[in-house]
């Protein structure tokens, strides 16, 4: 009987680690080398890709990233994830307190570095605002976009 769990653990994962190989793409060359160049001490997770392009998932020092890459090899950002709103810069936090969504719940922080400057998200909604009767009804949910200085740029309403 333990020799049968062995056996059907081992054959659980390794169905998982099949799969885990099989879902990452091998990117053109053009793609390949822009990230190696950009990202030397990386370690590369995986591709993806996208109608957009492709997507790097790889780590620098523990720290999670994404880059992102048009199919000829121009690099359109990075993600990097940022763990608390005291780590984002102060233009960042007194516009974001400014915008009307100051008191709203927090459920993730990024900044993504683009050719044309930095973008800082934050991933808000309102639960927090709400009482129990009301929760599921009246929930919103937005990703805010803010530029290095401070402006609310985009609103993305999530689903």
Do not use: C
């Not at 659980?12 to 990452?24: D, E």
């Not at 934050?122 to 927090?128: E, F, L, Q």
Request: cysteine-free; charged content about 25%; proline content about 6%.
């Amino acid at each position: 009987m333990k020799k049968l769990i062995i056996l059907i653990v081992i054959a659980l994962f390794s169905k998982s680690m099949i799969a885990q190989a099989g879902s990452s793409v091998t990117p053109p060359a053009s793609v390949a080398k822009a990230f190696a160049s950009q990202f030397p001490s990386a370690y590369l997770r995986k591709w993806e890709q996208r109608k957009e392009g492709f997507i790097a998932d790889f780590r620098i020092k523990k720290t999670k990233l994404f880059a992102y890459y048009a199919p000829d090899g121009t690099w359109k950002g990075t993600e990097a994830p940022i763990k608390r709103t005291k780590n984002l810069p102060a233009s960042v936090r007194e516009g974001w307190n400014n915008s009307g969504y100051g008191s709203w719940y927090v459920l993730d922080l990024k900044k993504i570095d683009q050719p044309d400057g930095p973008l800082y998200t934050i991933h808000v909604n309102n639960g927090t605002l709400l009482d129990s009767d009301h929760h599921d009804a009246f929930l919103e949910e937005y990703v805010l976009f803010f530029s290095e200085k401070g402006e609310l740029v985009r609103k993305d309403r999530m689903p």
